[in-house]
């Protein structure tokens, strides 16, 4: 499976972003995806995830209410909209899958990952 996230970019403070992960490969199993994010000099943080079916999702206390993930998985893409952005928002962030996700907070959860989009959120 590979994975390409895309979608970042530059955004004032308030903006809103939409990321996009889309997969290839062997698509056919029944995938977790998580997102997580991070910045130079710190550990990746485990951002939002959604089970297969898109019905169980899961956010950072930091997001909760402003980030919204969904999928479609007829186009086998995971999006994570992004509201009322604030500075410390600003990292890499990454998407990534895996077939048996147990502790969705862990990176070492997953299996594949993709390459990772900048969002920098300007004050």
């Known amino acids: 499976v590979q994975l390409q996230a895309s979608g970042g970019g530059l955004v004032q403070a308030g903006g809103s972003l939409r990321l996009s992960c889309a997969a290839s490969?062997?698509?056919?199993?029944?995938?977790?995806v998580g997102w997580f994010r991070q910045t130079p000099g710190k550990e990746r943080e485990f951002v939002a995830v959604?089970?297969?079916?898109?019905?169980?999702?899961y956010y950072s206390d930091s997001v909760k209410g402003r980030f919204t993930i969904s999928r479609d998985n007829g186009k086998n893409t995971v999006y994570l909209q992004m509201n009322s952005l604030k500075p410390e928002d600003t990292a890499v962030y990454y998407c990534?899958?895996?077939?048996?996700?147990?502790?969705?907070?862990?990176?070492?959860?997953?299996?594949?990952w993709g390459q990772g989009t900048l969002v920098t959120v300007s004050s």
């Open positions: 490969g062997r698509t056919g199993g029944r995938y977790t």
């Open positions: 959604a089970s297969w079916s898109g019905i169980t999702t």
């Open positions: 990534a899958s895996g077939e048996q996700v147990l502790d969705y907070r862990l990176g070492s959860e997953y299996d594949y």
